[in-house]
Structures are given as structure tokens and as C-alpha cells.
């Protein structure tokens, strides 16, 4: 089962909840795309904490091999994706999910990948690794997208619950990617709506020029459980009905998926 911010989380009394351990997983978290080498003190920043308890945190992490020291810096090791080995596996990414992404990538003519919401993000959790791509972002598993302005993202506004959505949207700052992306919340509040109103989403040049994005949710409308999408080059698109078959594809992708081990019982 996949738990994110876009759905209510279980509540728990404040005794059962180890303080320490979420600290511990702000401190990894802290460490992304684009903060790979760290200080203390710039953990110290993200993270909120203060410094002395960044370094007893960090310094574990070290001494656990999940993190390496360089002088003042600290980067994530290799040994941290001993910890995803056993959820890839247990819910069939080798043998059912990458098969299927590949094979659908290949009608498609480009990476298709699959998304899960945490915070004010997206965060790939599967790629497809047959398709040559025409348009490629360099993104790769663990790689996160704005929810704002990419296909997936607005998929996630769209089918979480209005509320959150409409939160995240006049709560995140706005970032211009493009002369066509949406910079007011109102704009992206209706085009939101009008993504959960037809079940998918088509995003053009807003995240990228000469980029659409396509995606299409796994799960219903307020259970979401994830989002599958791709991208395709403006000028590639020929007409509606390109448009469309895409997101039928994507659609049976979502089908699909949504009986695997991994969302079956979500």
C-alpha cells in the first residue's frame, strides 16, 4: 500500500510516534536532485533542526553506511537503495511492472514512468528502459517533479482530495519554467478541475518549450495511487487524435497496473 501526502494520513497518539526516527528520515530526505553534497549546517537549514542534533543524525547515517563524509560534506552511499531492493521486489517490479512500462513505451515512442505524490512533488518510482527517446529529461527513479506545471503533478492535484489540492496550489511558490507556464493560482485551480473532469491531463510547453505532457491516474477519483505519464514533442503531435491515443495507451497502462501486487490492495 502506498501512503502519501496527497491522502489523509493515519493518526497516532504522539507516544507511538519515535521523534528521533522522523528526524532521522528529514535528514535523509534532505539529500535530493539537486542537494547531493551536504554540510551540517546547510542539512541544518533544510531540515529545520538544529545543529547538534543534524550531526548526531548524520553522523549515524555514516556509521550505519547509508551516508559518506568528504571533509565537511556528506552524500548519500550506494547502501541506501538496499533499502527500496526489498519493496522493488516484493511488489514485482522486475518481473510485472518494467516489463509493462517497456512494452507500452514501445507503442508509445517514449519513456513511460511511474509517479508517486510526497509533498509538493512527484517522485518517479518506475521507468521504462526500451525506448530510445526523442525527448528526454535525464529524469531517472527517484527523480522529483513540481506538481504545479508537469502532466503528472497536475494528475495528482486532480484526483487528491480538493482541499489539499486547492492548498498546495496557493501555498507552493510559483516558479517559471516557460513563457507558457501558468503562473496564476486561479489558472492552475482551473485546469486542475478540469484534468479530474476528464481523467487525465495534457500539459503543453509549460514545463519545458516544445514539451506536452501526458498522464493518467491509477486509482479512482480520491484514492489515488500512483500516476503513469510521458512525454512527447510539441511538433510530433499531429493532430487531436494523436493526443488522444496516447492517453488511451497510458490508459491501458493504468488498467493494467492497477491490478498488480503493488495497488491491488492499496
Known amino acids: 500500500m502506498i501512503n502519501t501526502s496527497a491522502h489523509p494520513k493515519p493518526v497516532f497518539a504522539d507516544r507511538d510516534i519515535s521523534s528521533t526516527f522522523v528526524k532521522g528520515m528529514a535528514v535523509l530526505k534532505a539529500f535530493d536532485d539537486t542537494h547531493t553534497r551536504l554540510t551540517l549546517a546547510e542539512i ?12 548526531r543524525l548524520t553522523l549515524t547515517l555514516v556509521y550505519l553506511g547509508y551516508a559518506e563524509k568528504d571533509g565537511r560534506h556528506f552524500s548519500l552511499s550506494p547502501q541506501v537503495l538496499i533499502l527500496a531492493g526489498s519493496f522493488l521486489r516484493g511488489n514485482q517490479f522486475g518481473t510485472h511492472i518494467q516489463p509493462l512500462l517497456n ?16 509533498g509538493n512533488s512527484a517522485v518517479y518510482v518506475a521507468q521504462s528502459t526500451a525506448q530510445e527517446d526523442a ?23 486532480a484526483f487528491a482530495a480538493p482541499d489539499w489540492a486547492e492548498e498546495t496550489i496557493r501555498s507552493t511558490t510559483f516558479e517559471q519554467y516557460t513563457p507558457e507556464t501558468a503562473m496564476e493560482p486561479d489558472e492552475i485551480l482551473r485546469r486542475t478541475n478540469q484534468c479530474r473532469a476528464l481523467g487525465y491531463t495534457i500539459v503543453e510547453n509549460e514545463f519545458e518549450p516544445g514539451v506536452t ?10 484514492n489515488l495511487k500512483a500516476v503513469v505519464g510521458t512525454s512527447k514533442s510539441t511538433l510530433s503531435i499531429r493532430s487531436e487524435d494523436d ?14 497496473l492497477g491490478r498488480s501486487r503493488m495497488f491491488a490492495s492499496s
Open 135 to 157: 525527448v528526454s529529461f535525464g529524469f531517472t527513479v527517484g527523480s522529483r517533479l513540481p506538481l504545479l506545471h508537469t502532466a503528472i503533478g497536475r494528475m495528482i492535484l
Open 213 to 222: 505532457g501526458f498522464a493518467v491516474p491509477v486509482g479512482g477519483l480520491h
Open 44 to 55: 541544518a537549514q533544510i531540515t529545520q533542526l538544529d545543529r547538534a542534533s543534524v550531526r
Open 103 to 118: 512494452r507500452y513505451s514501445g507503442r508509445i515512442g517514449q519513456t513511460v514512468s511511474l509517479a508517486i505524490p510526497d
Open 243 to 256: 493526443r488522444l491515443q496516447t492517453i488511451s495507451l497510458l490508459q491501458q497502462v493504468a488498467q493494467e
